[in-house]
């Protein structure tokens, strides 16, 4: 199992990847006709910094005990899940042109027991956390000392399962438990902060005795060195709230909740990826 890295993240290097992973999201949208492609483009550069040099893991070994977890719990972004654990060996690149297919193990939601890697079935919103807790709980009890994230989307906070989930967590002092929040201020079809009002987040999160900070949820290399820093000696369960942009990476896309719903055409995924560098 890789080790826990705690040198200096290659801020290039997790770029390019965070890149390549937002270039094969949007051609799996194209072939399938998927839609929630600016939801999983908003969430690439926090995968892409907790899969490339966060998280202990052996892709060799997707149930190793010893292993961190990381729980989508915004299932909707399940296609760039699937890209960057097909990048890291879980299972084969060939298998995403399989995305939303009938019979495929790549449903539009992560499903349970059938991927390598995929720690929980995900997509009704707010389950994420409380699941993420109960394995930080377990480590617990069984002297563990793996790490749990859980990657929430912003209007997922309006779910009180989280709120439930995240004074147990706090009460219970799981250090070794982290949130991270999509916060790119969108969630369906209105603006997250006028369909509930989350502002100020981390405030809300803190109030509820979390060590929460807030941070550019597009600069890699914080993202990585915030998350490789759990536990960070604060007792505490760590939640980031990573401001983000939906569809980022594409011009035409971002901050356009059409995208949440509508899959590009082939002359837009030529432009996209001319955009990502990667054409």
Not at 237 to 242: K, L, N, R, T, Y
């Given at each position: 199992m890789s080790q826990m890295k705690r040198e200096a993240p290659d801020r290039a290097a997790l770029s390019r990847e965070a890149a390549r992973l937002r270039g094969r999201v949007i051609q799996m949208s194209h072939k399938?006709?998927?839609?929630?492609?600016?939801?999983?483009?908003?969430?690439?550069?926090?995968?892409?910094?907790?899969?490339?040099?966060?998280?202990?893991?052996?892709?060799?070994?997707?149930?190793?005990?010893?292993?961190?977890?990381?729980?989508l719990s915004k299932g909707h972004a399940a296609a760039a899940l699937y890209a960057i654990l097909a990048f890291r060996g879980y299972f084969p690149e060939e298998e995403l042109e399989t995305y939303c297919q009938d019979g495929g193990r790549l449903a539009e939601h992560p499903p349970a027991n059938m991927l390598p890697g995929v720690e929980a079935a995900t997509g009704s919103l707010g389950h994420g956390l409380p699941i993420g807790v109960g394995m930080a709980l377990s480590a617990r009890i069984n002297k563990a000392s793996y790490r749990v994230y859980a990657l929430l989307s912003d209007g997922e906070n309006n779910e009180g399962s989280v709120w439930e989930a995240a004074m147990l967590a706090a009460a219970q002092r799981l250090e070794h438990l982290c949130v991270i929040v999509d916060y790119n201020k969108w969630q369906a079809t209105a603006r997250s902060n006028e369909t509930l009002m989350l502002a100020p987040l981390v405030d809300k999160w803190r109030a509820f005795g979390w060590d929460a900070v807030e941070t550019d949820g597009h600069d890699v290399a914080a993202l990585a060195n915030l998350m490789q820093n759990v536990p960070n000696g604060s007792g505490k369960?760590?939640?980031?709230?990573?401001h983000t942009v939906k569809g980022k990476g594409v011009s035409f896309m971002e901050d356009d909740n059409n995208w949440h719903y509508r899959a590009p055409t082939a002359d837009e995924v030529v432009k996209a990826m001319k955009e990502l560098g990667l054409a």
């Open positions: 399938a006709s998927a839609a929630h492609l600016a939801s999983s483009l908003s969430c690439c550069d926090v995968l892409a910094a907790a899969y490339w040099h966060v998280l202990r893991i052996d892709p060799a070994k997707p149930a190793d005990p010893a292993r961190d977890r990381f729980i369960p760590v939640a980031i709230i990573a």
